[in-house]
């Protein structure tokens, strides 16, 4: 891996353009720019075409013989199946409203980081097989012909978009790059184009259930690091149960969760909440896994991932789901579970058993994100906060993109924020709510070989972070999503030393007040309490 | 060069409307049979284009949420940015078509001192497509008088909001000077800014300049090489009844302007120009977000390979028990 250049250098980006046109600049593989190729057993496990060990840098893909009429056949077959897809390849006028809305762009001041040109990728090729202007006038139509050049190409920037959707936001026909990298995606994943980050998660959640491949007894066993850690802040054991039949709830959330911190405090804020509240639920650990990289391999793969959950649900003979804080596995929830493996009709309408407060909003896909849950039960006054264990903390908000604009949980967990700390600041509004930066890291891009990319990609995110770190001293980015949870630590360390990233739950559980605990001294992190710091500076 | 060739193409079409007609005195070639055939393509085409997208399913429910999603009874939810229904997304649609209400949020990014950025109002664009668009509209409206025997209020009424200025004879039509204006800035632009240069295509050029020559044609004809009106109304009218007959004494100013209309229009259906149909069909943004709600049905959802819940517990039973994790079969 190439050394990673100083902030001072990255922030200097450059955007003079290619002298030649954007056609005729082939592109070229800048080390730390993107991932490693997927490798033939992660395909093989799920039955993907085309695996084999290859390696982007190399010049000879190892590409099937027909490579080309695959690609062809499988733009058409797309083009009959997705209507946004066909429909944003004819209707761009290229107004250039969503170049410098791009994070990426932003970031690397690359033209085909502008979603217009990354679309164009795809689109040139479009019209030269598919619109009759495009197969007469050529390249006088903006038509041209795919080549393994142009293949590389969007191999290189179809892995350089994280479908965060804020190009789709300013677009003023609503054209979503998302959609484009999504099938362009799918299109690479038919000649097993794919890259080992993904693959391999999407291979360990088909057979172990999460991403991270854990096994039943380790999910256990992380979790019970957890609980330890739990008693030594506040004094009480907690017992959660696993694949437990006739629970009410099933509780389902992202193994990233489970795995590392800072998401493992988030987890145990979750363990701490429910028991509190004694909540009759289960985990499970087949349904270990809220996320779902399948959904950036192919919409086929994104199904049969998530089948997993209303499965298990059904096997348990829960009542509805609880799901824990992620992004895109609630883009995936909001807007496909339903459609994919829906009817969930084995199902109840969500109800809070604390609250009594009907789920409407869920009514028929049967989920609740916990932020959903967490806010009705503060407005209810469900539960005993004590926001100043927080005080230590100046947080501010980061929207992940899929909660935001695929979705529009935006207040949910603000309100919940407002309840649990002191002191809370937001970022500058263009960069939160609808108009928030992605991480830089999203859909499977937060590997370690790309690391240029991710930095440079999540700029424009740790840029407003300084901004309110600089204005108000802010040192805590909270935030709903565990890839922003595990991207943003180290994003925020090369930008901007001092910013801690949390979830929502940990400074819920810091705040809870839980009925018979002991004086707590620390937070969840085992840094001591503000009040505790205030008394030994007295003595 | 783009730039040029679409310049190059506009002028061509133009001279050959004046050779078509002045040299070899084809006046009903380019009075009746090409603007019946470009209408024609222009009608059919486009039917076919929007068939065709018709015609691919919407699989999902994929809005893009521009606002607060309708949760908790107690949290205000945004009902135009991110809709929960038939009436939010016409409202959302109304804005959008009518006021571009999504150009309307374009930010300028900037670089400042180094590392900082910022954004900025950025609304030059979308004042542009609004002066060029709703002008092109009134003037497309204005034009109706060629085509109605008693002409109609809304049109009479356009026509005097239109020359409300009272400047010149005859008068001056604001949206003459507003849509060339605006025509022309977005040229500029898309020459000027070097990222607009670099994502332009010929695509883009030519209808800039197509429509430039139609609109310079259409003022030339109206305020310096007088046309004889009455045989232009004639023309049209004969085209509209069905009845075509070519009057004499129309200027060739007239021909080269009606020529180029009947390019646009016969290009249209093959050009980015189909947005105007497409935005109404734009899945991120006509679709209410409802898909917790009610069940969204892809119409080629298929059975795919699961792993199921009996596989995994017979891949992991051992463990499972040993780790006091209930098991189906023991």
């Given amino acids: ?539 | 060069m783009k730039a040029i060739i679409s310049f190059i193409a506009v002028i061509i079409l133009a001279a050959i409307a004046y050779v078509g007609v002045e040299m070899l005195n084809a006046r009903y070639l380019f009075g009746v049979v090409i603007p019946y055939l470009a209408v024609a393509t222009f009608i059919i085409f486009m039917i076919i284009r929007i068939l065709k997208w018709g015609s691919s399913p919407v699989p999902f429910r994929i809005p893009t949420t521009c606002g607060q999603q309708k949760s908790l009874p107690w949290i205000k939810h945004s009902k135009l940015e991110n809709p929960s229904g038939v009436l939010g997304v016409m409202g959302r649609m109304a804005l959008e078509v009518l006021f571009f209400r999504s150009l309307f949020r374009n930010l300028k990014t900037q670089v400042q001192d180094g590392s900082q950025l910022t954004y900025g109002e950025a609304k030059w664009l979308w004042a542009a497509g609004m002066a060029f668009h709703w002008s092109f509209l009134l003037i497309l409206v204005r034009h109706l008088r060629f085509f109605t025997e008693q002409v109609p209020m809304a049109v009479k009424m356009a026509e005097g909001l239109d020359s409300f200025l009272q400047i010149g004879t005859p008068l001056l039509y604001v949206t003459d000077v507003v849509m060339l204006g605006a025509v022309l800035y977005l040229f500029l632009r898309r020459i000027g800014i070097p990222q607009m240069r670099y994502i332009s295509l010929i695509n883009d050029y030519f209808p800039l300049f197509l429509i430039f020559g139609i609109g310079t044609t259409g003022v030339l004809m109206r305020y310096f090489y007088k046309t004889d009106i009455i045989s232009v109304k004639m023309l049209a009218m004969g085209l509209v009844s069905f009845n075509p007959s070519v009057p004499q004494g129309i200027g060739p100013m007239f021909y080269i302007h009606l020529f180029l209309i009947c390019t646009l229009f016969a290009y249209f259906p093959f050009s980015k120009l189909v947005h105007m149909g497409g935005v109404f069909m734009s899945p991120t943004r006509v679709l209410a977000n409802t898909s917790r709600v009610k069940r969204h049905i892809n119409p080629w959802n298929y059975p795919v390979h699961v792993h199921t819940y009996e596989e995994y517990e017979n891949d992991f039973r051992a463990k499972m028990k040993d780790a006091g994790l209930p098991v189906e079969k023991e």
């Avoid at chain 1, 004819?90 to 033209?111: L, M």
């Avoid at chain 1, 459609?339 to 049967?366: Q, R, Y």
């Avoid at chain 1, 070989?449 to 204005?471: C, I, Q, S, T, Y």
Wanted: aromatic content about 10%.
């Fill in chain 1, 1 to 539: 891996m190439a050394k990673l250049p100083k902030p001072e250098e990255l922030a200097k980006v450059d955007y003079t353009l290619p002298k030649t046109g954007w056609m005729e600049t082939p592109v070229v593989f800048k080390e730390g720019m993107f991932c490693h190729g997927s490798k033939p057993k992660s395909l093989e496990l799920v039955g993907f075409p085309n695996p084999r060990d290859w390696r982007p840098a190399d010049a000879d893909w190892k590409l099937p013989e027909n490579w080309k009429q695959i690609l062809l056949e499988g733009i058409a077959d797309r083009l009959e199946k997705y209507r946004s897809f066909r429909l944003f390849m004819d209707i761009c006028v290229r107004c250039g409203a969503c170049a410098d809305k791009c994070h990426f762009f932003i970031g690397t001041g690359d033209p085909k980081n502008m979603p217009v040109l990354r679309a164009e990728l795809i689109r040139s090729v479009y019209r030269k097989e598919f619109t009759l202007a495009g197969k007469i006038f050529g390249k006088m139509a903006g038509a041209r012909e795919l080549t393994l050049d142009v293949l590389k190409e969007w191999w290189y920037y179809f892995y350089q978009c994280t479908e965060c959707r804020r190009c789709s936001v300013f677009c003023p026909y609503g054209i979503d790059q998302a959609e484009i990298t999504i099938i362009g995606r799918e299109l690479l994943n038919l000649l097993g184009l794919n890259i080992e980050w993904i693959a391999g998660p999407v291979s360990n959640c088909y057979m172990k259930g999460n991403h991270l491949g854990l096994e039943p007894h380790t999910i256990i066993g992380n979790l019970e690091y957890m609980l330890d850690d739990i008693e030594t802040v506040t004094g009480k054991r907690i017992k959660p149960t696993f694949n437990r039949k006739g629970a009410e709830i099933l509780f389902v959330t992202p193994s990233g969760d489970l795995f590392a911190d800072p998401g493992t405090y988030t987890c145990m804020g979750y363990l701490m909440l429910f028991e509190e509240l004694g909540l009759d639920y289960t985990w499970s650990t087949y349904a270990s896994e809220g996320g779902n990289f399948g959904f950036f391999t192919s919409n086929e793969m994104g199904k049969r991932l998530n089948s997993k959950i209303y499965a298990e649900a059904k096997r348990l003979g829960v009542k509805w789901i609880l799901g824990g804080e992620c992004g895109h596995m609630w883009r995936v929830l909001s807007q496909y579970m339903d459609t994919w493996n829906g009817p969930a009709d084995f199902l109840e309408v969500p109800k809070s058993p604390i609250t009594g407060t009907v789920f409407e909003n869920a009514k028929s896909m049967k989920m609740v994100h916990v932020a959903e849950f967490t806010a009705d039960l503060i407005k209810n006054n469900k539960l005993k906060l004590d926001p100043k264990r927080n005080d230590h903390l100046k947080v501010t908000w980061h929207d992940s993109c899929n909660v935001s604009r695929g979705m529009g949980m935006l207040e949910e967990p603000r309100y919940v924020l407002k309840n649990v700390v002191n002191n809370f600041y937001e970022m500058p509004e263009d960069t939160i709510r609808e108009k928030t930066f992605c991480c830089g890291s999203g859909t499977g891009l937060n590997a370690s070989e790309d690391m240029d990319l991710r930095m440079k990609g999540g700029f424009p995110r740790a840029n407003a972070v300084k901004f309110v770190a600089e204005h108000h001293g802010v040192n805590m980015l909270a935030n709903v999503c565990a890839i922003d949870r595990a991207t943003l630590k180290p994003l925020m360390d090369y930008w901007v030393p001092g910013v801690n990233v949390c979830g929502l739950h940990e400074l819920v559980a810091n705040a809870l007040v839980m009925t018979g605990e002991k004086e707590r001294t620390t937070d969840l992190r085992g840094e001591p309490l503000p009040s505790v710091q205030a008394k030994e500076e007295k003595a």
